[in-house]
């Protein structure tokens, strides 16, 4: 397997930064990662984005029920007192239960937070793409939600003066490549996401470079970059 493919290592990282890449695969993704400073730069980029999408969901008060649970597993629950030496008795078992427990008593937060909506919400960005160069260096991340197409343009992109940058929707389907409109050449900007993004089979998205204003003819003049979508 070539680990090196853009499509293969950003795979890859995807998976290990939300968990579902185990046993010896993650191993051996660790252990690349230490050869390959590309594979850890792509990994530290899908922690970026992955981690910014749990930073847009509310946070939720666990019910009171579940704190009494909680401290019921750490042993902070009073003990009848007959005396002095009996309550020590039973106290200490209850405290070294209690830190024993410890990580149950996280992994119940961590349940209550997860599956405490009701009904669940639905992730604001469904799609994700990464538009890098010939030497995998992150220029443009794209964010794309129900209604909105969110670009980031990153510290590694050197824009030209005299040139615009356009993206366009490659459909599989092979009917000329449709503008979604200008991509920024610092910060953020969001564009309008069409209808038709959702109706057809994308095969990747591409950028052009462009006169300053766009493509004149409607036809990207120069492709520099495509990538594929990821879905969430």
Do not use: C
């Amino acid at each position: 397997m070539n680990y090196q493919s853009e499509k293969i290592k950003n795979a890859l990282a995807a998976e290990y930064v939300l968990g579902t890449l185990r046993g010896p695969a993650r191993q051996r993704f660790q252990k690349l990662m230490m050869q390959f400073p590309l594979i850890s730069d792509a990994t530290q980029t899908w922690e970026q984005h992955l981690n910014g999408l749990g930073q847009k969901i509310p946070p939720v008060t666990p019910d009171i029920a579940v704190w009494q649970r909680i401290e019921d597993q750490l042993g902070f629950v009073a003990q009848p007192i007959k005396s002095n030496v009996v309550a020590i008795t039973k106290s200490k078992p209850r405290v070294w239960q209690g830190i024993a427990g410890l990580a149950s008593a996280a992994a119940i937060v961590l349940a209550v937070l997860l599956f405490s909506f009701q009904p669940p919400l639905q992730p604001e960005v469904q799609q994700l793409a990464l538009m890098s160069n010939e030497q995998a260096d992150l220029l443009w991340a794209l964010e794309i939600g129900e209604d909105t197409i969110s670009v980031q343009a990153t510290k590694k992109l050197i824009a030209k003066s005299d040139a615009d940058y356009q993206l366009w929707i490659v459909a599989a389907d092979g009917r000329p490549p449709i503008s979604l409109g200008l991509l920024p050449k610092s910060g953020k900007l969001v564009l309008s996401k069409p209808q038709l993004f959702d109706q057809i089979e994308i095969a990747a998205l591409a950028v052009s470079l462009e006169p300053l204003g766009g493509s004149p003819n409607g036809s990207p003049t120069t492709v520099l970059y495509t990538s594929e979508l990821v879905i969430l």
